[in-house]
């Protein structure tokens, strides 16, 4: 087994390949389990919530990036590739940010969601 478990990763969406930095997260959109507490004891068992599945992080921006582009983008298949080999995709996303860019460091954060559940592919 390799003894890489983090750092370099890929941000792809439609295929088309973005400069991923900083820290990034992500969920697969499994429920939400929460214990229901009770007066006589602390477990009644759970509750479970929905919650999307979703990739999110930044990416630096550049003179050929259409940013109105990225921000309307929908029905995409988004693939995070990680640095122990693993990817996850997220099929049918949009994006589902702000929009909001930095100038100091050209940082876009961007998000992605799809109301399927996320795949985690092994290496």
Partial sequence: MPNR???TIQIKANGTQY???GNW???LGVPKRETIVG???PGHGYA???QPAYIEGEITDASTLALVDLLTLDDATI???LANGKTVMLRNAYYAADGNVGTAEANVQVRFE???QGEEIAA
Avoid: H, P, V
Wanted: net charge negative; glycine share 4%.
């Fill in 5 to 7: 478990r983090a750092g």
């Fill in 19 to 21: 400069d991923a930095k």
């Fill in 25 to 27: 997260t992500y969920n």
């Fill in 39 to 41: 007066a006589d004891k």
């Fill in 48 to 50: 479970e919530t929905q």
């Fill in 79 to 81: 693939n995070l590739e």
């Fill in 114 to 116: 799809s109301s399927e």
